[in-house]
């Protein structure tokens, strides 16, 4: 009987089109969905299935990137998946002619509090992303990392620009890959995701 009543408390308050949150990042689901479809890293059928799944309100703790909804989509048991997140980051990242090194001790660098506390809105655009900053120095050379190279040009062009128009020095901004566990202890830690 309460659960039927805070379910139907629920529906009452479901909040607008415009506050759901969504399952992943728009930008980066078309990316990720693009890349993957043009070097023929996932079916057609996976491809509808993703922006699906990601264009659909969050369920759940936090957001899921793209090829954490790939991997569901082709893996059935829990914990063999992050092994396919990280196989299709790697393909994706080769397939753009651009290697990315998978880094296995990112989780165990410390969050650049400062970076984040003299850039907060660029703490939200990496939250938004989930591309957490692994090394900042002094603003002119950063690092930052993610499990899907989409999101990781998306990420650093970003941080190029606002810290080029806040300080007039375009910073050099390297990219690496995580582990997929990895990943999601930097995001708890950083975002609180």
Request: glycine share 6%; proline share 9%; hydrophobic share 40%.
């Amino acid at each position: 009987m309460q659960a039927q009543a805070e379910n139907q408390t629920e529906v009452n308050s479901v909040p607008s089109v415009a506050t759901v949150s969504l399952a992943t990042d728009p930008e980066c689901l078309s990316q990720t969905c693009r890349l993957l479809d043009d070097h023929g890293l996932a079916t057609p059928a996976e491809l509808k299935e993703l922006q699906h799944h990601g264009q659909g309100p969050l369920r759940g703790p936090r957001p899921w990137d793209p090829l954490e909804f790939l991997a569901a989509l082709r893996i059935r048991e829990p914990d063999a998946r992050p092994l396919e997140v990280e196989r299709l980051g790697r393909s994706l990242s080769q397939s753009l002619g651009q290697p990315l090194t998978l880094v296995p001790f990112a989780s165990k660098m410390p969050t650049p509090s400062v970076f984040y506390d003299m850039n907060e809105s660029l703490l939200l655009e990496c939250r938004k992303l989930m591309t957490p900053v692994l090394f900042a120095e002094e603003s002119e050379v950063i690092g930052i990392g993610s499990i899907n190279p989409a999101a990781l040009r998306i990420s650093a062009p970003t941080i190029m620009q606002f810290i080029a128009d806040k300080t007039g020095t375009t910073p050099m901004v390297s990219s690496v890959l995580l582990h997929h566990e990895g990943w999601i202890s930097l995001c708890q830690q950083q975002f609180g995701i």
